[in-house]
C-alpha cells in the first residue's frame, strides 16, 4: 500500500464537476487556507467596551466600542464558529474578511450576515442624512452593496429621493448611482 504525505499550503483547490451532455469539466476553485495564528479583522457591532479571551490562544480582544475593529487569531475564530458562540451567532462582532467567508466552512455565517444585512438595509437607507453619513462608511463591504443595490432599485422604480445620500454612496463605494437620476 503506498503512503502519500499531505503537505499544508498557503492555497488548497476544492474541485467543482460541471456536467454537460457529453463531457465533464473540471474547474480549479482557490480556497485560502488559514493557519491558526493568522490574524482576522473584525468590527464589534456592540455599543460601549466589548473583551473576548481566546479559549485556543489565551489572547484577550478588546473593542471600545461599536465600529472598532481589533484582529483575532483564526483558531479563536474557529473556536467561536464551532460552538455556536454569540460573539458570531449574536453578532457581537463580524468578521471583516470577505475571503474567509468565502469558504465553504463558513457558509453558516455568511448566510447569518446576508441575512441581517438584508434586514437592515431600509433601517439604514430610512436613516437622517446626518447618521446615514457616519454609519455607512463604517458598515462591512457585503452591507454596502445590498443598501447600494437597494438604492439603485428603488431609483429606479422612482421611490428614492435623497441626493446627499447618493452621493454618499457612491464616494464610499465607489459607483456613479446619481447617473441614474
Not at 465600529?67 to 455556536?84: F, M, N, P, S, V
Not at 453578532?91 to 470577505?98: A, C, H, R, S
Not at 457616519?134 to 441626493?163: H, K
Amino acid at each position: 500500500m503506498a503512503y502519500t504525505k499531505k503537505t499544508n499550503t498557503e492555497e488548497k483547490t476544492v474541485k467543482t464537476t460541471t456536467e454537460k451532455t457529453t463531457s465533464k469539466t473540471v474547474e480549479p476553485v482557490k480556497v485560502k487556507e488559514y493557519k491558526s495564528d493568522d490574524l482576522i479583522p473584525c468590527r464589534s457591532m456592540t455599543k460601549g467596551e466589548l473583551i473576548y479571551v481566546g479559549k485556543k490562544s489565551g489572547e484577550v480582544y478588546t473593542w471600545e466600542d461599536y465600529d472598532d475593529i481589533t484582529e483575532i487569531e483564526y483558531q479563536d475564530l474557529l473556536g467561536l464558529r464551532a460552538k455556536k458562540s454569540p460573539f458570531i451567532f449574536d453578532t457581537l462582532f463580524v468578521i471583516e474578511d470577505e475571503e474567509l467567508l468565502e469558504d465553504p466552512k463558513w457558509k453558516d455565517v455568511k448566510a447569518l450576515y446576508e441575512k441581517i444585512y438584508s434586514e437592515d438595509v431600509e433601517t439604514l437607507i430610512d436613516m437622517n442624512l446626518d447618521d446615514f453619513k457616519r454609519v455607512f462608511p463604517t458598515l462591512p463591504n457585503g452591507l454596502q452593496r445590498a443598501v447600494s443595490a437597494e438604492v439603485a432599485t428603488e431609483m429606479e422604480a422612482g421611490t428614492f429621493d435623497s441626493l446627499q445620500k447618493i452621493k454618499v454612496i457612491d464616494e464610499v463605494c465607489g459607483t456613479d448611482l446619481s447617473s441614474i437620476l
